[in-house]
């Protein structure tokens, strides 16, 4: 596993914009896939983005699409995830982890969360009316 370091996440208001980061720390990412889940409060964790690490395909959940972007750079081995049109129920912690191709087809198709061990600290963003 890598280590990532997710940050980005603040206030905002109903309509405007953040930008979370995911970075590896120590070394590159490795697998199939980069998802970013995120964690309403009260509520079970979810799906919201994943991005091949070749770039060549994303997917976004039905209450995401056409307003959040995912992203990746490899050179700085980081993957991003611009949020516009922000909701007050995209209030969650947001979290990046790594894909395999193993699960990429459930996590995708199924928007299932895989059975991680390990969770970054997650970037909190609140979003008011």
Same mark, same amino acid.
């Given at each position: 596993?890598?280590?990532?370091?997710?940050?980005?996440?603040?206030?905002?208001?109903?309509? @405007?914009?953040?930008?979370?980061?995911?970075?590896?720390?120590?070394?590159?990412?490795?697998?199939?896939?980069?998802?970013?889940?995120?964690?309403?409060?009260?509520? @079970?964790? @979810?799906?919201?983005?994943?991005?091949?690490?070749?770039?060549?395909?994303?997917?976004?959940?039905?209450?995401?699409?056409?307003?959040?972007?995912?992203?990746?750079?490899?050179?700085?081995?980081?993957?991003?995830?611009?949020? =516009?049109?922000?909701?007050?129920?995209?209030?969650?912690?947001?979290?990046? =982890?790594?894909?395999?191709?193993? @699960?990429?087809?459930?996590?995708?198709?199924?928007?299932?969360?895989?059975?991680?061990?390990?969770?970054?600290?997650?970037?909190?963003?609140?979003?008011?009316?």
């Amino acid at each position: 596993q890598v280590q990532k370091v997710e940050s980005g996440g603040g206030v905002a208001q109903a309509g @405007e914009s953040l930008r979370l980061s995911c970075a590896a720390s120590g070394r590159t990412f490795t697998s199939y896939a980069i998802g970013w889940f995120r964690q309403p409060p009260g509520k @079970e964790r @979810e799906v919201v983005a994943t991005i091949t690490w070749s770039g060549d395909s994303t997917v976004y959940a039905d209450s995401v699409k056409g307003r959040f972007t995912i992203s990746r750079d490899s050179a700085k081995n980081t993957v991003y995830l611009q949020m =516009n049109s922000l909701k007050p129920e995209d209030t969650a912690v947001y979290y990046c =982890n790594e894909v395999s191709g193993r @699960e990429y087809i459930s996590v995708t198709q199924s928007m299932r969360v895989p059975p991680y061990d390990y969770w970054g600290q997650g970037t909190q963003v609140t979003v008011s009316s």
